[in-house]
């Protein structure tokens, strides 16, 4: 974890100092070593967030692009009183999860069932066909063409074939970053992958784009529940020609 409360006060790790942790309040302890993007560690196994898992150095950069008040925020059923830790929740209340590891389908499901105005970014990377996948994907998206103008949009009947079979049935978006952990940095830089949910002229919204152009959609607010579906419907209401890729 990125956050420990100390004194009452939620913090970055701080070199000896002891934590605890905000959702089990255990003791944490400080890894603020030269090579691990630094973090708190419970200091001995304990019952905290189930959905919680250990975290690679690329999760907790994806986190730290945030600010502190927005990571690692507690969230409570009202009805069930079922509690979790979300990554990410902007001041409009969107949820994003960061998700390195392998994540089983029943559990995807339940997140998305209780944090509902959600994104996700996923580590495209972690798979060696997953990366040779989305190489071809210039051949597999057809750009939205308005007029003469370029929108950054396309579609795709091949979803199947360019990102990981268990994420294209998600109801919330889904961002692929391919320059995971794992990923090559001598090759050339891949875009991130944002993959619309459901279909729109039965084929998949996709938007490329880089780390910044996520990035501010998200601290600006722009990217949330309402404007993903205002884009779904602007498309839905296009009539599509023959389009250039």
């Known amino acids: 974890m990125l956050t420990a409360n100390i004194n009452g006060n939620r913090s970055r ?3 000896r100092v002891i934590g605890a942790c905000p959702f089990c309040h255990s003791e944490m302890i400080p890894r603020c070593g030269k090579i691990r993007v630094h973090h708190w560690a419970h200091k001995s196994k304990t019952d905290c967030d189930p959905w919680w898992e250990t ?10 692009e945030f ?4 990571q690692e925020r507690i969230f409570q059923d ?9 990554d990410i929740q902007t001041l409009a209340g969107l949820t994003v999860e960061v998700q390195h590891s392998h994540l089983d389908i029943e559990e995807r499901r339940a997140r998305e069932a209780f944090y509902k105005n959600m994104l996700w970014i996923v580590d495209g990377s972690r798979l060696e066909g997953n990366r040779k996948k989305i190489s071809k994907w210039r051949n597999a998206l057809v750009e939205i063409i308005q007029g003469q103008t370029r ?7 091949k979803a199947e074939e360019l990102f990981p079979q268990d994420w294209l049935e998600s109801p919330a978006p889904v961002c692929f970053d391919y320059m995971g952990p794992k990923a090559d940095l001598s090759t050339t830089p891949q875009p991130l992958f944002l993959l619309y949910p459901g279909v729109v002229h039965n084929k998949r ?14 601290l600006s607010e722009r990217l949330n529940e309402n404007s993903i579906r205002n884009i779904m419907q602007n498309v839905a209401r296009l009539r599509l020609g ?4």
């Open 67 to 70: 600010p502190l008040r927005w």
């Open 205 to 218: 919204l996709v938007e490329p784009l880089d780390r910044d152009g996520l990035l501010r959609s998200i």
């Open 55 to 64: 975290e690679t150095d690329w999760h907790r950069n994806w986190k730290n």
């Open 151 to 157: 929108t950054n949009l396309f579609l795709s009947d």
């Open 242 to 245: 023959k389009n250039r890729r």
């Open 13 to 15: 790790p701080l070199p």
């Open 78 to 86: 009202d009805t069930t009183g079922e509690r979790h830790i979300a």
